[in-house]
C-alpha cells in the first residue's frame, strides 16, 4: 500500500494560511487565528460538499423537483442531504452569495449563514453537532471585530476563492488539509501548543508499537479506537490511519473520544466531519463524566495531562467514578494515572481479543508514592496483572510546552507468550535530531528512521544495548519497618527509663508474688499511694515486650475513687524506628544481617512498585585524574593567551593589584 501521508497539502494548506496572515494580521492575535480559520475552513468544506451533492440530487430528481413548490423542493432536498451526507444548509445563502450581496449587510447575512446548518439527529433531544461546532469554535464572539474593522467581507471572499470540492479534494486529503493547519497554528503559537498538540513522530511510534500489524484484520471486520484525552484527535486519525496502510484499508474502523476544552473538542469534531470518520468525539470532562460507560474498547491511545492537581474535584470524581479508581487513588497534586485506571476499564476480557493502551506519562508514575499508596498499588495492579509490556524512556524536549523527560507506556492484557511474564524498558533518550529552529520548549525531534529502530528495539524483544527484559519482581520491593537498639560509644546497649502499665490481670504471670501480695495490690479500699517491689518472672510477656534486663520492679499502687492504677518505672533499650527498601527477590532476614550493623527486630513490611528506570541505565563514569583537574585549575589562573582566556593573575596586575 502507498503512504497516505505523500499527498500534497502545500497548496490548500499555504492558501488558507495566507488567509490568516494577510487579512487577520495587525486586527487579531496570533493566537485567536485558529478561531476564525478553523471554522471557516469546515463551513467551506461543507458548503462544498452540499454543493456537489445537491447537484447530484437535482440530476437525479430534477423533474420532480421542478413541479414542487419552492418550500416542498426546498424539504425535498434537505431531507436527501440529511439521508446522503447527515448535514444541511437551509439559511438560502452561500459563501459566494454573501460575497454577491455586498458588504453593507454582510454580518447579518453571515450570521443567518451559520445558523443555517444543522446536523442529522438520532432523536430530537440530541445535540445539533455542527451547531455546537461552530459554537465553540469562538467564531461568533469575533464577528463584530472582523465587520468593525471591514475585513468580514475580505475572509467571506478570500474562502470563495479556496476551492475544496470533493471531485477535487478527497475527505483523506481534506483532512490532512486541516491536520496541516493545526500543526501550523500550534507551532507559531507554541507556547500553548502542548495543551492539545502531539508531536507527529511521539504518535507515530506509539501507534506502531502497539503491533496491531500483527493481527490479521478481515474486510468490514469492527476495530474500536479510544482517546479519552483526544485534544484535536490527531491520535485517534494517526491510530486509524496506521491500520489502513499497514494492516487492512477495508477494516471498519471506529473512531471514539473524549475532550474537556471546548475550542479543541471543536477542533476535532470539525476535523473528524471534513474526513467524514465513522467517529463519536464526547464533549466533556472525562474524570468527572465517563462519555462511554457501557464500551470496552480494542486500541486506547492518549497524551493526558500530567502534573495537575485534582484536589479540589476528588470529591467529585470520586462520587461519580462508578468503580473506575477503586483499585487505588494517586495523591491529589498529580491525577495524570487516573487516566490510566480510567483506560484499564475500558480494557476487553482477554478471552474476548483484549485490549492495548499506549499512554504518555512524565516520570513521576513511575516512581512516585511511598509502599502501600496510591501510585504504588495502581503500579502492583498493572504489572502483578502482567498487563505492562514496556516503557520507552523518550528523548528530552520533544514537547512544545515541557522540556522534561517523558515515557511511553504500552500496556495490554493480551500479551505474546514470550512477553508473558516479562517487561522490556526501552532507553530511546539519544535517539534524536536537533531542529532547525525551537518551538517553545520542542528543541528535538526523532527522526523517521530513529522512530524505526526504536519500533525495531521492540519487536526483538531482546536484552541488549537500550533494551532492558526484566521479570515483574524485579520491580517489586519490601518496606520493611524495623527496630534498632542504640548503642554507646563503647558498644554497649543503651537504656532508659519508661513508665509502665502493669496489667492487674496479669501480675500472676509478671510477678514472682503470693496470692496475698497479689491480693493486696488489688485492694482498692486502701487509697493511700504505696509502691511494692517484686522479682520479675524473666520468661513473662511484660519483660519480653519491653525487652527490660531488670530483675525486680517497684510497683506503684494509687487508688483514686474506684478506679486502681498500678504503674512502674522500668529500664528499657532505647530503641529507634527504621526502614529498609528490599529487593523483592531478596531473603528479607539475610538482607537485614548484611546491611544493618545494630541489632535490629522485624516489626511490620509493605509491598511495593516502582520502576527506576535512569538507574537501570546508569552507566558509572569516573573521576578525572587529579593532575589533570590540577593543571586545568592552573591554566584558569594563569589564562591562556593562545585561547584568549584572561586568567585571575593577569587580571588582577591590570587592576594593579597581586595576588
Not at 437525479?60 to 414542487?68: A, L
Not at 450570521?111 to 439527529?121: C, E, Q, W
Not at 516503557?391 to 508473558?420: H, M, S
Not at 537500550?466 to 519490601?478: G, N, Q
Amino acid at each position: 500500500m502507498s503512504n497516505k501521508r505523500d499527498i500534497d497539502v502545500s497548496k490548500e494548506a499555504g492558501l488558507i494560511w495566507q488567509v490568516a496572515n494577510d487579512v487577520l494580521r495587525d486586527i487579531f492575535q496570533r493566537t485567536e487565528y485558529p478561531d476564525i480559520i478553523y471554522p471557516m475552513v469546515l463551513i467551506r468544506r461543507l458548503e462544498c460538499v452540499l454543493e456537489s451533492e445537491i447537484n447530484e440530487i437535482e440530476k437525479k430528481f430534477g423533474d420532480g423537483i421542478s413541479k414542487m413548490t419552492d418550500t416542498a423542493a426546498a424539504k425535498f432536498i434537505n431531507d436527501q442531504l440529511y439521508s446522503r451526507v447527515g448535514f444541511s444548509n437551509d439559511s438560502g445563502f452561500t459563501l459566494q452569495g454573501l460575497k454577491d450581496e455586498g458588504e453593507k449587510s454582510i454580518k447579518n447575512n453571515f450570521i443567518s449563514y451559520l445558523n443555517g446548518f444543522h446536523s442529522k439527529k438520532a432523536k430530537d433531544d440530541d445535540k445539533d453537532k455542527i451547531q455546537d461546532v461552530i459554537k465553540f469554535s469562538g467564531i461568533r464572539k469575533h464577528v463584530d471585530k472582523l465587520n468593525t474593522n471591514n475585513i468580514l467581507y475580505s475572509v467571506i471572499e478570500e474562502f470563495t476563492n479556496i476551492h475544496l470540492e470533493p471531485e477535487t479534494v478527497s475527505n483523506i486529503k481534506m483532512g490532512y488539509v486541516f491536520e496541516e493547519l493545526v500543526r501550523r497554528f500550534s507551532e507559531a503559537n507554541n507556547s500553548e501548543a502542548g495543551e492539545h498538540y502531539t508531536p507527529r513522530e511521539v504518535i507515530d511510534l506509539m501507534t506502531h508499537m502497539l503491533d496491531i500489524d500483527q493481527r490479521k484484520l478481515k474486510d468490514g471486520e469492527l476495530v474500536t479506537i479510544y482517546d479519552p484525552a483526544c485534544g484535536t484527535g490527531g491520535m485517534l486519525t494517526a491510530l486509524k490511519e496506521f491500520i489502513e496502510v499497514n494492516v487492512n484499508d477495508k477494516a471498519n474502523v471506529r473512531l471514539y473520544g473524549q475532550e474537556v476544552n471546548d475550542k479543541t473538542w471543536s477542533i476535532c469534531e470539525a476535523d473528524l466531519m471534513i474526513k467524514g470518520e465513522d467517529a463519536k468525539v464526547v464533549n466533556g470532562d472525562t474524570l468527572f463524566e465517563d462519555g462511554f460507560p457501557d464500551e470496552k474498547f480494542d486500541y486506547m491511545i492518549s497524551n493526558p495531562p500530567y502534573g495537575k492537581s485534582w484536589s479540589k474535584i476528588k470529591k467529585k470524581v470520586m462520587a461519580v467514578s462508578n468503580g473506575r479508581f477503586n483499585i487505588a487513588q494517586p495523591r491529589t497534586s498529580d491525577g495524570q494515572l487516573l487516566f490510566t485506571l480510567h483506560m484499564l476499564s475500558k480494557m476487553k476480557d482477554p478471552k474476548k481479543g483484549g485490549s492495548a493502551i499506549a499512554i504518555v506519562h512524565n516520570g513521576s508514575p513511575l516512581f512516585s508514592g511511598d509502599a502501600g499508596g496510591g501510585e504504588s498499588t495502581i503500579r502492583q495492579h498493572i504489572i502483578e496483572n502482567d498487563m505492562l509490556e514496556t516503557i520507552v524512556a523518550l528523548p528530552t524536549n520533544l514537547f512544545y510546552n515541557t522540556g522534561i523527560a517523558t515515557y511511553i507506556w504500552i500496556v495490554r492484557n493480551n500479551k505474546t507468550a514470550e512477553r508473558k511474564g516479562k517487561i522490556q524498558l526501552i532507553n530511546a533518550i539519544d535517539f534524536w535530531k536537533p531542529m532547525k529552529k525551537s518551538l517553545g520548549d520542542k528543541r528535538r525531534f526523532i527522526a523517521d528512521p530513529d522512530v524505526q529502530k526504536i519500533v525495531q528495539i521492540h519487536k526483538d524483544f531482546k536484552d541488549e544495548g537500550v533494551s532492558k527484559i526484566y521479570d515483574l519482581d524485579d520491580f517489586a520491593y519490601r518496606k520493611v519497618t524495623i527496630e534498632l537498639e542504640e548503642l554507646d560509644e563503647e558498644g554497649n546497649q543503651l537504656f532508659e527509663k519508661k513508665e509502665v502499665t502493669v496489667a492487674q490481670n496479669a501480675l500472676a504471670q509478671i510477678l514472682k508474688a503470693t496470692p496475698e501480695q497479689i491480693k493486696a495490690l488489688k485492694d482498692k479500699k486502701n487509697t493511700k499511694q504505696a509502691s511494692f517491689s517484686f522479682e520479675l518472672k524473666k520468661d513473662s510477656d511484660f519483660v519480653i515486650k519491653n525487652r527490660t534486663k531488670d530483675k525486680t520492679i517497684e510497683v506503684i499502687k494509687v487508688v483514686d475513687g474506684n478506679k486502681l492504677k498500678l504503674t512502674a518505672f522500668i529500664n528499657v533499650p532505647v530503641i529507634v524506628k527504621d526502614t529498609e527498601i528490599i529487593p523483592w527477590k531478596d531473603d528479607a532476614n539475610k538482607w537485614l544481617n548484611k546491611e544493618v550493623e545494630k541489632k535490629w527486630t522485624y516489626v511490620s513490611e509493605k509491598k511495593g512498585y516502582e520502576v527506576p528506570f535512569t538507574r537501570e541505565f546508569y552507566v558509572y563514569q569516573p573521576l578525572r585524574e587529579l593532575e589533570e583537574v590540577l593543571e586545568e585549575f592552573g591554566s584558569l589562573e594563569k589564562g591562556n593567551k593562545d585561547k584568549g582566556i584572561i586568567g585571575n593573575e593577569q587580571l588582577l596586575n591590570e587592576l594593579g593589584l597581586q595576588l
